[in-house]
């Protein structure tokens, strides 16, 4: 509304309010769809990440070059590319199609899922040779030594890149409506061309800055709580 009267200042707070309600309402139901998006994104990417992680540090070859070529094709391409591809490539090659939102769940998916398993990756490998072989001496397993020792160490590493990544996450939620889903920033551009304004597109910019703050805010209570394990 403050925004709207610094523009129009001689619009009455009556009027600015009903312009501002006719904007605002159908972005905070647009977020859900956005907030939809980013969850269930993380619900399938994270747990995916780890056996893309561990076929890329397989000491089999073969099987560590296949899932380094397939890391390195997802995240070498546009996601919006890939969002193209998962929802027409089926039908044209198998006369299938995936629901919209579906479609757009499975690439965010693999593709955060892809990135996931690079900084799994650089935090397992991060941890020096010298633990594991302490861990042997001392009589742990391996399933041990991964979850008492490793792990632990791991997770405090790789917050800071877990956090860029999902707050990259928040503002890729957006290209979803290149599949005709109505999230936040269609339902801003929308909006926008329906009333000749751009105040709904900066406040979609506000909506996602609010979102982001929460996740950044979310991860530096994390790290301080692992701040005990140096």
Same mark, same amino acid.
């Given at each position: 509304?403050?925004?709207?009267?610094?523009?129009?200042?001689?619009?009455?707070?009556?009027?600015?309010?009903?312009?501002?309600?006719? %904007?605002?309402?159908? #972005?905070? +139901?647009?977020?859900?769809?956005?907030?939809?998006?980013?969850? /269930?994104?993380?619900?399938?990417?994270?747990?995916?990440?780890?056996?893309?992680?561990?076929?890329? #540090?397989? !000491?089999?070859?073969?099987? +560590?070059?296949?899932?380094?070529?397939?890391?390195?094709?997802? =995240?070498?391409?546009?996601? *919006?590319?890939?969002?193209?591809?998962?929802?027409?490539?089926?039908?044209?090659?198998?006369?299938?199609?995936?629901?919209?939102?579906?479609?757009?769940?499975?690439?965010?998916?693999?593709?955060?899922?892809?990135?996931?398993?690079?900084?799994? !990756?650089?935090? *397992?490998?991060?941890?020096?040779?010298?633990?594991?072989?302490?861990?042997?001496? /001392?009589?742990?397993?391996?399933?041990?030594?991964?979850? !008492?020792?490793?792990?632990?160490?791991?997770?405090? =590493?790789? %917050?800071?890149? #877990?956090?860029?990544?999902?707050?990259?996450?928040?503002?890729?939620?957006?290209?979803?409506?290149?599949?005709?889903?109505?999230?936040?920033?269609?339902?801003?551009? @929308? @909006?926008? +061309? !329906?009333?000749?304004? @751009? @105040?709904? *597109?900066?406040?979609?910019? /506000?909506?996602?800055?609010? #979102?982001?703050?929460?996740?950044?805010?979310?991860? *530096?209570?994390?790290?301080?709580?692992?701040?005990?394990?140096?």
């Amino acid at each position: 509304m403050f925004l709207f009267i610094c523009v129009y200042p001689r619009v009455s707070a009556s009027e600015s309010f009903c312009y501002m309600t006719k %904007i605002i309402l159908p #972005m905070l +139901s647009a977020s859900v769809v956005s907030v939809e998006v980013f969850f /269930l994104t993380l619900i399938f990417s994270v747990p995916l990440g780890f056996p893309l992680a561990a076929g890329r #540090m397989a !000491r089999f070859k073969p099987l +560590s070059y296949l899932f380094n070529a397939f890391l390195l094709i997802i =995240r070498g391409t546009p996601l *919006i590319l890939q969002l193209i591809a998962v929802y027409f490539f089926p039908a044209y090659l198998f006369k299938f199609s995936f629901d919209r939102f579906v479609a757009a769940i499975i690439a965010l998916s693999v593709n955060y899922a892809c990135y996931f398993a690079e900084i799994y !990756r650089g935090g *397992i490998q991060s941890i020096p040779k010298g633990q594991y072989e302490a861990a042997k001496v /001392l009589g742990y397993t391996k399933m041990q030594t991964f979850f !008492r020792i490793l792990l632990p160490q791991v997770v405090k =590493r790789i %917050i800071p890149a #877990m956090g860029n990544e999902m707050i990259t996450l928040v503002k890729d939620t957006a290209l979803v409506s290149v599949l005709g889903i109505a999230e936040l920033f269609r339902t801003a551009q @929308t @909006t926008s +061309s !329906r009333l000749f304004s @751009t @105040t709904p *597109i900066l406040i979609a910019g /506000l909506f996602y800055f609010v #979102m982001n703050w929460v996740v950044s805010s979310g991860f *530096i209570l994390l790290e301080k709580k692992l701040d005990y394990y140096k």
